[in-house]
């Protein structure tokens, strides 16, 4: 059954940060993406990489209209894994690549300050 667990003050996270907290096989990373909160899985579908450690940042579009064909996108929301690269949206765990793979999500809420994560 699902159990709702402090992870940190909320200033402790700042927008672009994230924390990872110990619960479950693998854990789970807390984010802040642009002052929203979001929780994925620290494991990578594709191979079981520790998702968490990868690089935070964006990924890119075709963009006809653009110079080069392609624009940046999804700045802060976008986990690459650490082996292979894979990338997911933290805000709904899906694979950029292939919509149809996913990571798991957790609800994260904030309290009198507090974040807390329900996993």
């Not at 940042?57 to 996108?73: S, Y």
Request: hydrophobic share 35%; with cysteine.
């Amino acid at each position: 059954m699902p159990e709702r667990r402090f992870v940190c003050s909320l200033d402790d996270l700042p927008p672009g940060g994230m924390k990872l907290v110990d619960v479950g096989k693998f854990g789970v990373g807390v984010y802040n993406v642009r002052g929203e909160l979001y929780a994925i899985v620290n494991y990578c579908s594709h191979e079981g990489a520790p998702l968490c450690l990868g690089l935070l940042g964006g990924t890119t579009e075709f963009a006809p209209d653009e110079p080069g064909g392609l624009r940046r996108v999804r700045d802060g929301q976008i986990v690459r894994c650490p082996w292979h690269n894979w990338e997911f949206d933290i805000t709904t765990g899906q694979s950029v690549a292939d919509p149809t793979r996913r990571i798991r999500t957790y609800p994260v809420d904030i309290t009198d300050g507090e974040v807390y994560l329900t996993a």
